[in-house]
């Protein structure tokens, strides 16, 4: 069955289908847009094949690339997947798609034409390409196992996009998401309320009647941070005073921050 992961908003499917490259994702992401519905088919992590309406292959990635509204969904990869896609790179794609506009804009200059800018208001900035080493980030967060000594449960860094993990030890989808979730429901909360003494949050602790804590630490506007640890074995004074300001600023460095 289908699993609802994020809604489409500026460039916010970019994000996902990068996460499912460096993620090295086999997945079906299906798209619904008031514009028409697709789906893109990662095998991998690289695109093998799209449709969208009567468009197949590069056609109804193009046309799914501009959508700017709806919501994405990702299923089980069906068993065969034809290639239909000669970019199976995001970063490719990306390239590929900037280079057919400046051909564009050239022409219209030829032509006398008025480029797209001056019709219309201008598009939303294109997306920053941004490269990250996940087995960078995989190392930092075994720093974390290592210095816990066994306390902790699972930790992993979340985008803030789809709820889902990009890279972790002892991996627990399920809490990803739901941390996710829980975070930008604190977030929204704060930001509504005119007299909260804080306007966002960076971290925050929720100690369970188990002994478990979960910490959720933001990293930067596309990343958090969240470990799930056995009080009764670990050094609380470590997590805050060593393990986190060692491992913060270097995970911001890592992913781009």
């Known amino acids: 069955m289908p699993t ?3 809604q489409i908003g500026g460039f916010e499917l970019w994000d996902i289908l990068q996460l499912a490259q460096t993620s090295r994702m086999s997945v079906k992401l299906s798209v619904e847009s008031p514009h028409g519905s697709g789906a893109m088919f990662f095998q991998g992590g690289h ?7 009567d468009n197949v292959g ?23 997947t ?24 050239r022409q219209n200059q030829l032509l006398g034409r008025p480029s797209p800018q001056e ?4 598009e939303p900035e294109q997306p920053r390409e941004i490269y990250i080493d996940l087995d960078e980030v995989r ?6 196992d290592e210095q816990l ?7 992993d860094v979340i985008s803030k996009a789809t709820g889902m993990s990009i890279a972790g030890v002892h991996t627990d989808r399920k809490a990803s998401a739901l941390f996710n979730h829980l975070s930008d429901q604190l977030h929204q909360a704060i930001t509504r309320a005119e007299d909260a003494p804080a306007k966002a949050i960076r971290q925050f602790i ?20 969240a470990m799930m640890i056995n009080g009764a074995q670990a050094q609380l004074g470590l997590i805050f005073a060593v393990i986190i300001p060692d491992i913060l600023p270097r995970l911001e460095t890592v992913l781009g921050g």
């Open 206 to 225: 929720i100690e369970g009647d188990n002994g478990i804590f979960i910490f959720v630490i933001e990293i930067d506007e596309r990343h958090r941070w």
């Open 47 to 53: 695109l093998r094949h799209a449709i969208a309406g």
């Open 82 to 105: 034809p290639e239909t896609v000669t970019k199976s790179s995001i970063t490719a794609l990306l390239m590929d798609r900037a280079r057919i506009r400046d051909e564009e804009e």
């Open 4 to 6: 609802t992961i994020a």
């Open 149 to 155: 000594g066994g306390a902790l449960i699972s930790t």
């Open 58 to 80: 590069d056609e109804a990635v193009n046309a799914m690339l501009e959508w700017r509204e709806g919501s994405v969904s990702s299923s089980q990869l069906p068993p065969e």
């Open 119 to 122: 019709e219309v208001e201008p």
């Open 139 to 144: 190392s930092l967060l075994h720093e974390v």
